[in-house]
């Protein structure tokens, strides 16, 4: 035995407790999470490139029955006006009509085409004598002197020159009016 002394041999390191993970290496676990992130990256940019997708075909869908829609509503209107033409074509065939069938002939065909506008939604704008002026809806031709004894106001119809027309709640025409002028 020698009389040196002997160095203390280390203590074994103590053991890692059961149940936790051991330290990872921090370059895999980057990796891992990149790879995940680049999965997530090319499901989004699949996702986006279907709802692009979806977008145009609903944009063109869409576009597609505005087209029909206008193409028809055309057709609709048409068809309400050919028995007017067909009724138009008889009165012109009857070779020796008299004044009084040709009138009557007028007069109906005349009622056919009001149904048929108001069908479509075209509706007449005659303001009454008297009615306030609506520059929305009439046109003045000419404005006149408020008449002898009349009690008719200032800026009211006094006749109309041409009926006016409107068609869903949008004027076409202008009704043309004069106009009792102002004071």
Do not use: C, W
């Not at 074509?89 to 040709?102: N, S």
């Not at 809806?137 to 041409?162: D, F, K, M, W, Y």
């Amino acid at each position: 035995m020698s009389d040196t002394p002997h160095a203390p041999t280390p203590a074994p390191e103590a053991a890692a407790p059961a149940g936790t993970d051991t330290p990872t290496d921090p370059g895999t676990e980057l990796q891992a999470q990149l790879a995940e992130l680049q999965a997530k990256n090319a499901e989004l940019a699949e996702q986006y490139l279907r709802a692009q997708a979806d977008m145009q075909n609903t944009r063109r869908r869409a576009e597609e029955e505005i087209s029909k829609a206008r193409k028809f509503a055309v057709e609709s209107f048409a068809e309400s006006l050919l028995p007017v033409a067909d009724s138009l074509e008889a009165g012109l065939a009857i070779q020796d009509a008299t004044p009084e069938q040709i009138r009557e002939g007028a007069q109906a065909t005349l009622r056919q085409l009001k149904s048929a506008l108001e069908r479509n939604k075209v509706l007449e704008i005659a303001p009454a004598a008297g009615t306030r002026f609506d520059p929305h809806q009439h046109q003045a031709i000419s404005v006149v002197p408020r008449p002898e004894g009349s009690q008719q106001e200032p800026n009211t119809v006094v006749t109309v020159l041409q009926k006016g027309y409107s068609i869903a709640d949008r004027v076409l025409r202008p009704a043309l009016v004069t106009v009792v002028a102002p004071q």
